[in-house]
Structures are given as C-alpha cells and as structure tokens.
C-alpha cells in the first residue's frame, strides 16, 4: 500500500474532509485524526474492509495495526458489510435492568435477527453495544446515528416497523 492509495477509494470531498481533520493537528500527530478519518470512510464505503484500514494507516502513516485496533475497539465501526439500517441495541446494565433484552428478543423473534446478523432483505442489522452512554434514557438503541431513548417493545417495533 502507499500513500496514494486511500484517494482511490474515496471521493474527492470525502479526501478534501480527510486532510481538514488531518490539518487539525501537527505533522508529527497524524494519528490523532484517526477516528475521523475512519469515520469519513465507513459513511462514504459502507464499513471499514481491510484495504481501506491498510489505506487509512498508510495516509496517516502510522502502522497498520493502529487503525485496526482503533477500528475493533469501538462499536461505531463496522468491519463486515451491514444492511441498509444499522440498528445498535445497548444490553448495559442500566439498559438491561430497564428491558434491553426484552428488545434483543424482539428482533429475533419478528424479524428472525440477533445481534450480528442482517435480515434476509438487506434491510437492517442488529448490533449487541455495550453502552451507548445514554443510561438515563433506558432501555435505548441507536438507529443510523440517531438515540432513541426509554423504549418499550411495542415504541421499538413501530421504530423499526418504519425502517421497512
């Protein structure tokens, strides 16, 4: 991989994002654009494949073991393609003992999902967080980007329902 080959895959507004997060820091500080810039490729690709992990360290230039890291260790990436909504279901404490998992049952038992899987029809993904840093609005999920808080089941289907 070489430096060149991250603009190959993204679109030159998305490069033109990339280098204004890039500015944003010192030239011996690259890496701390890494969040953002890994950011601004899953929304224009979809999810994060290898190349595109490889592309981002080679742009930063820093190993490549640092955007794979950074890229497994939080939630908001996705490495696998996913369907058209991702659906982040928070099972913490707080969401748990307020009946997250009444929710989790749900997906599975009217769309035939759990947590990691994609309906048959593309639609939509579920996803198993950890915290989503919302335990006052318990139980809660996130839904392309957007909170939706102190859900019940039949609020969460009709959400979800919508989606379709």
């Not at 953002?36 to 930063?60: C, F, K, M, S």
């Not at 928070?90 to 989790?104: D, F, I, P």
């Not at 593309?122 to 967080?129: A, D, P, R």
């Amino acid at each position: 991989m070489s430096k060149k080959q991250l603009p190959k895959l993204l679109s030159e507004t998305t490069m033109t994002k990339v280098n204004e997060w890039i500015a944003k820091y010192p030239a011996s500080r690259k890496r701390a654009a890494i969040i953002p810039v890994l950011t601004l490729a899953q929304d224009e690709l979809g999810h994060l494949a290898n190349e595109t992990l490889d592309a981002v360290a080679d742009y930063l230039e820093v190993p490549h073991i640092a955007a794979y890291e950074v890229a497994s260790f939080y939630s908001m990436f996705r490495l696998e393609p996913t369907g058209k909504h991702v659906v982040s279901l928070c099972t913490n404490v707080s969401c748990m003992l307020a009946g997250s998992e009444q929710l989790k049952q749900w997906f599975k038992d009217e769309l035939g999902i759990e947590p990691g899987q994609t309906t048959a029809d593309g639609n939509i993904t579920l996803k198993e967080v950890e915290c989503l840093a919302a335990c006052g609005g318990a139980p809660m999920l996130e839904v392309d980007k957007q909170y939706h808080e102190h859900l019940t089941v039949d609020k969460m289907a009709h959400l979800i329902r919508e989606l379709t």
